[in-house]
């Protein structure tokens, strides 16, 4: 019986990841399309801070579902089981994951300054200071990652293939000292840190609102919305926390049970294949869950963006970009609020400014 719950438990993930790579692909690559050209009404920081994600959690796919957990159900014999692979991919795959996970730190952080800060509202605004920090997330990201490519080492295994033992080399973990403190410091910085970081910071961004919003009285709130204060920032609320709470909530199973598997269970005698064990079914599960977080943020944009959906049908259905309504509470109290200060710009047309209720000052 459980020899046969341990065959369907395989034969599951042989068919998730494959289909994780045909579906997660084409979508990374559409979600940097949408997002690059055709905009969807986001901040240039936004545009930028997303696009990048769209591209590493593309590599992460590429490198992680396909190269190494697909091929490893589907072939006897990966290419990467060999000499210099198995320490290339390794550099490869923690260098896609910690750029990742901490474009989605970073990204937070920046939100909860620009919200509260104005200093740092000038100062992040501009689209060349997240262009390098976003350069600087992934090249520190891989230079992090270096490490990685000496844990593993290629060794000889006796192995059972199509009823005959065959010794064929495997890249397996080099237990070590040496590769249990950079797997721990991997551990946490590519999943612990990185969590607890999201989350503080999405609260204090949730708190910022909330107050905010008590500077307007709720008639104010409605003429500059147009709606209902309360679902106004229910709605800003889930589009600033979307990506970043979807990230905490599938990564979170990974981090707990790696963790457990390197404490508990760390030890050459602990059988990681063995699907009879709970903890190494609870570990499959939860890096499903994982690699699912590379390829859900179309799936969130398109759920949560109505201006995202918006493109996405008119991109469907080859129809050309719609012109933004336009009204002049758009063009007079949002420019108010407008939480980005823009040069001044000549012009051949005369602006005429008016003041009303001037009051006498003695």
């Known amino acids: 019986m459980e020899e046969t719950s341990a065959a369907v438990f395989v034969t599951v993930q042989k068919i998730y990841y494959p289909l994780l790579c045909i579906m997660g692909i084409p979508a990374n690559l559409f979600t940097f399309y949408m997002i690059c050209f055709r905009k969807c009404r986001m901040s240039n920081t936004a545009v930028i801070y997303l696009s990048c ?10 490198w992680v579902i396909l190269v190494d957990l697909t091929l490893t159900f589907w072939i006897v014999q990966p290419f990467w089981h060999s000499h210099p692979w198995c320490g290339i991919l390794g550099f490869l ?7 990742s996970s901490w474009i989605v730190v970073v990204f937070t952080i920046e939100r909860y300054l620009v919200l509260s800060s104005m200093a740092a509202r000038q100062h992040f605004s501009q689209p060349w200071v997240t262009k390098m920090t976003c350069m600087a997330i992934v090249l520190v990201s891989h230079l992090v990652s270096v490490p990685m490519s000496w844990i593993n080492i290629v060794t000889p295994v006796n192995l059972t293939v199509e009823g005959e033992n065959t010794t064929l080399p495997r890249c397996r973990y080099r237990n070590h000292t040496y ?6 410091m991997s551990t946490f910085l590519s999943g612990g840190i ?3 970081l999201v989350t503080i910071f999405n609260y204090l961004i949730g708190f910022h609102l909330c107050r905010a919003s008590n500077l307007f009285t709720k ?6 919305s147009g709606r209902s204060s309360r679902g106004t920032l229910r709605r800003t609320i889930l589009l600033l926390g979307t990506v970043s709470v979807a990230f905490v909530v599938l990564s979170l199973p990974r981090f707990v049970t790696y963790c457990i598997l390197r404490t508990k269970y760390n030890h050459e005698s602990f059988d990681r294949n063995d699907y009879s064990l709970p903890i190494n079914v609870a570990g499959d599960l939860a890096n499903m869950l994982q690699n699912l977080n590379s390829t859900t943020n179309f799936l969130l944009y398109t759920m949560v963006s109505r201006r995202f959906r918006q493109e996405l049908l008119q991109v469907l259905t080859c129809k050309a970009r719609a012109n933004e309504p336009g009204s002049l509470l758009t063009h007079t109290t949002m420019k108010v609020f407008s939480v980005v200060n823009h040069r001044a710009s000549p012009s ?6 008016v003041l009303t209720a001037l009051k006498k000052r003695e």
Do not use: N
Request: hydrophobic residues 45%.
């Open 93 to 99: 795959q923690y260098g896609s994951l910690y750029s």
């Open 179 to 184: 590769s249990t403190v950079v797997v721990w």
């Open 53 to 62: 994600l769209a591209i590493v959690d593309t590599f992460y796919v590429i």
């Open 348 to 353: 051949s047309s005369p602006v005429t400014v």
């Open 219 to 224: 008639e104010e709130r409605s003429i500059m």
């Open 194 to 196: 990185p969590i607890v």
